[in-house]
């Protein structure tokens, strides 16, 4: 007996890609303390092209889960950092942008 | 009239090439070869035969510019476009990456719904035009 597939839902995914999805994104979030936590030793560290690097990352990634804003904030963070000069991570523009990027992180895990 | 059918992906974050595999070979249904970074492109691009690749930019090593520099110099690689995949968005920074020689440029955050079908206008209008830059 045939068994018609299971239609898919208004994003055109079927429930199996559907719950694919959810997969990474679960995947993408339980990584998400340890995104931050190295763009955090890097700050500590001093270490402006590690945290470049981490931030770039981050921003490249969040938006393709659903996570703009976090994105956007990872991208922001990014470019205070390259926009800074002497002691980057000392500056009240990077405490601020770091300080967003927490709290919106902490919004969607 | 053909399709495109074998995308190589070239990414250093796993997050990332984990999304593009979902959206390129489980919505797009393309046959994929996801690489790591740029040795690894370089080293599966003959036996795997792209017909387009997408390039991320900044990468440990072998950037995505380098890269690309490299993989148009293999044989396998002639009119193969490249499209980098940046999550630089100012337009001096986008228009700096196509003096390398890309055939165009996806920003990120993409789309996993739609991607496979974003790049297929790279590949009409790319293929057999792309050359090293």
Sequence with gaps: MAVAAPAPDESGLTPAMQAAFLRLRAQFLAGLPARLDEIG??????????????LHRLAGAAGGYGFADLGTAARRAEQVLLAAGEAPFHQPAWQAAWAALQAESATVR | MSTLRRVMCVEDDPDIRAILDFSLAGVGGLELCVCAGGQEALAAAPGFAPELVLLDVMMPGLSGPETLVALRALPVMAGVPVVFLTAKAMPDELEQLLVHGATGLIVKPFDPMTLAQDILPYWEHGRGRASAG
């Design chain 1, 41 to 54: 030793r890097a700050a500590a560290a001093g270490e402006v092209a590690g945290g470049q690097a981490a």
